[in-house]
């Protein structure tokens, strides 16, 4: 089954990229999904969008104008990039 073409007003999930990783290895604050509305949808690779990010702490927004378009990741793992969220 193919994956839908993304459409705004439609809920994806973003991966955070999280804090750097320090010298020991660890990390502060580790890549997490953060729940994510779909802004714009590039015409010509609908794969890369604008979104609008919900975090703990306020919105972070992706515009496609301004470079912060967001590419599609089936797997889920990407730091800095979308994908469906699960069924659960």
Do not use: I
């Not at 927004?61 to 793992?77: S, T």
């Amino acid at each position: 089954m193919s994956q839908p073409v993304p459409s705004v007003g439609r809920a994806v999930h973003y991966v955070s990229h999280g804090t750097p990783v320090r010298s020991d290895g660890s990390q502060a604050l580790p890549a997490q999904c953060r729940a994510a509305t779909v802004t714009e949808v590039d015409a010509e690779d609908p794969g890369r969008v604008g979104l609008v990010v919900t975090n703990p702490t306020g919105l972070f927004f992706h515009p496609l104008a301004a470079g912060g378009a967001v590419h599609a990741d089936a797997g889920g793992m990407l730091a800095g990039s979308w994908h469906w969220p699960e069924r659960v």
